[in-house]
């Protein structure tokens, strides 16, 4: 019965009750549509981050500021625990010689996963690109940081920036861990060649490589808000804040001691720098400044970075860089989390045991022991490079960029930088030069270890996180290969990796090209306190070098000991790690271009002067910061 009455009430509705219904309806209709005011483009980004930070529970925020690397990444994975961001460390890769589109497979996989969550908030990938795009097969290796250093050239940098941008996107990567804007002290530290020079306003003017990746932040921006240009631009990330290369002897994770002017003057200008021109994302050291660990420094992370400097982006921690805070590492977990999320850290990278992360955070947070205010910034910071990056509205990556991937203009780049990044100290001797070497001679020699091993050549940080050695594990020129290619047909050129002095004297040869240095390294295992040619380096140069006219090409990421063997040269180029492009190097041995590089940083005589650098009160080098010898391009070579 009664529901024969309702539907006889219904037969009668009065024009209120109609207009009442109606409301109601456009009621829920424009509630709905300020559901999704976050994901509509037209609005202020402000906004958007307001309205979708309201709808975020706890655990939402706090998945946001975790960052896993893909070993343990899946889509349930992200899903499940709203994880914020996936990164490759050294050397993860989806597989060995993955394609364009096998890195495009992937990373959508995992972003499907976050598009699925409640809110959809889309996950942002990152990668150590740091000298191009060098953890992807066929990607452009570019010299390391010093050679870029010694080119002096801003403007390369900055097209190096974009090249390596274009590369990334080609594998549907939006973000860089780069660049490495420290300025390095002693050149015993094991990350060395990852900075551009012991000089603080040749670092400051390499942050160009910032608007390359990014973009070049629009005139009427504000300052310290992150900026990125577009779907053919990535985010980059200023690193390692502050202070990482200027620790006690060079020791890698050590302490910096020096007084707050003296930290300002030398290793902070880079990072106003940075800032001024939109960077994104800033990465803390590992290293301590006057005893106090980096990723605990509030002071100077929220206090200095955040609110004197006005950085708007997001502050990263390093590869389990919170552990460290304790030693031995991880001895008290929940304290390092409340201490590096207390000190400003908004996305910590936690590549494996993310989950203990998310549960120390979320029972700090619960027992009131970091606010949440501490939290929302963090979001509130994520966020915003998110929406920078356009990822809440196109968050899938596409294959319309792989062709990108180790093109030949971005090689030709790369050849332009290693031709400009040489460094020409010795030319002869008696007052007559051998460089420009002629490309036609009866019999030449090329003899070292490093003439022909592009993963030499290459240094850490290429395709494995450590380096690689041969020729088998991405495309490039080796020197060996560059100079077969440069010389005249009718030279006959002769091989040998380790020469003996009798063979050399019994072969008649023309000239020789002697390419030594050292072997791939990074981080800590770097660290070296003797600084010395690797054997059997010194035994080649001497073999060769004693027996008929040389050019020693030297491969490495710092100045080595070479004063006992200047002597015996006819030539000395320091060639540092330049990358996959060998022709580089021959460009300017044979003359087609000059030599015009300059030391990026003091060239030491023996270790015990270190640290030695530019200005110092006993400053006695063997070839001082700043210098390298030119020369002319041979006319019509």
Not at 565 to 577: E, R
């Amino acid at each position: 019965m009664g529901m024969i009455r309702i539907g006889a009430t219904r037969k009668k509705q009065s024009p209120v009750l109609v207009v009442g219904i109606l409301v109601v309806a456009l009621f829920l209709e424009a509630a709905d549509a300020e559901y999704r005011r976050y994901r509509d483009p037209t609005k202020p980004m402000g906004g958007r981050i307001r309205d979708l930070m309201g709808r975020m529970t706890l655990q939402e925020k706090i998945g946001q500021m975790v960052q896993i690397d893909r070993k343990v990444a899946s889509a349930d994975v992200v899903k499940n625990y709203f994880i914020g961001s996936i990164l490759s460390g050294g050397g993860s890769v989806p597989g060995q010689k993955a394609s364009p589109e096998e890195w495009i497979k992937m990373v959508n996989e995992y972003q499907r996963g976050a598009m699925s969550t409640r809110l959809g908030i889309p996950l942002i990938y990152g990668i150590d690109a740091v000298h191009g795009h060098n953890n992807v097969y066929n990607a452009t290796i570019f010299p390391h940081n010093i050679g870029l250093g010694a080119t002096r050239e801003p403007a390369l940098v900055k097209k190096i920036g974009a090249a390596t941008a274009l590369e990334m996107r080609a594998t549907g990567i939006p973000y860089a861990f780069a660049p490495c804007i420290a300025v390095c002290r002693d050149p015993r530290w094991g990350r060395c060649y990852e900075s551009y020079s012991e000089d603080t306003e040749i670092v400051k003017a390499m942050t160009e490589l910032i608007p390359g990746l990014q973009g070049d932040v629009p005139a009427d921006a504000r300052k310290g808000v992150p900026y990125v240009a577009g779907k053919r631009k990535v985010a980059a990330c200023a690193k390692h804040f502050v202070g990482d290369g200027g620790t006690v002897k060079g020791i890698n994770e050590n302490n910096t001691i020096i007084d707050w002017n003296g930290l300002r003057r030398i290793h902070m200008p880079a990072y106003f720098a940075s800032i001024v021109k939109g960077v994104s994302t800033v990465m803390v050291s590992y290293s301590s400044w006057n005893g106090v660990r980096m990723h605990a420094n509030r002071n100077l992370v929220t206090s200095y970075l955040k609110d004197t400097l006005k950085f708007r982006g997001f502050v990263i921690s390093d590869w389990q860089g919170i552990d460290r805070l304790t030693d031995p590492p991880h001895a008290n977990y929940t304290y390092s989390v409340e201490k590096a999320v207390a000190a400003g850290l908004d996305m910590v990278m936690v590549p494996l045991n993310y989950t203990e992360f998310i549960d120390d955070l979320t029972l700090l947070v619960n027992k009131g022991v970091i606010p949440m205010s501490r939290i929302d910034d963090a979001v509130r910071r994520i966020l915003r490079v998110k929406f920078v990056l356009g990822l809440f509205d196109n968050p899938m990556a596409d294959d319309s960029m792989v062709n990108e991937l180790g093109k030949q203009e971005h090689r030709e780049l790369a050849r332009e930088a290693v031709r400009k990044s040489l460094v020409l100290l010795k030319n002869g001797k008696d007052g007559s030069s051998i460089l420009p070497l002629p490309k036609k001679a009866p019999k030449i020699l090329v003899a070292g270890y490093h003439a022909h091993n592009l993963g030499y050549q290459c240094g850490g940080w290429t395709i494995e996180w450590e380096g690689f050695s041969g020729n088998d594990r991405t495309p490039g020129t080796t020197i060996l290969t560059a100079i077969k290619a440069a010389v005249d047909p009718t030279t006959k050129v002769t091989y040998e990796e380790a020469p003996t002095a009798d063979y050399v004297k019994a072969n008649d040869f023309s000239y020789a090209i002697v390419v030594v240095g050292e072997h791939p390294y990074v981080e800590t295992g770097g660290d070296n306190l003797n600084l010395t040619i690797p054997d059997p380096g010194p035994a080649t140069i001497r073999n060769v070098c004693g027996s008929v006219k040389c050019v020693v090409v030297l491969i490495s990421g710092r100045p080595l000991v070479i004063e006992p063997y200047v002597d015996s040269m006819d030539g000395l180029v320091a060639a540092w790690l330049p990358g996959t492009e060998g022709r580089g190097v021959t460009d300017v041995l044979f003359g087609d271009y000059g030599f015009t590089g300059k030391l990026p940083r003091t060239w030491f005589r023996r270790v015990d002067q270190l640290p030695m650098n530019v200005g110092d009160k006993h400053y006695d080098p063997l070839f001082p910061f700043g210098f390298g010898l030119t020369t002319e391009p041979v006319k019509g070579n």
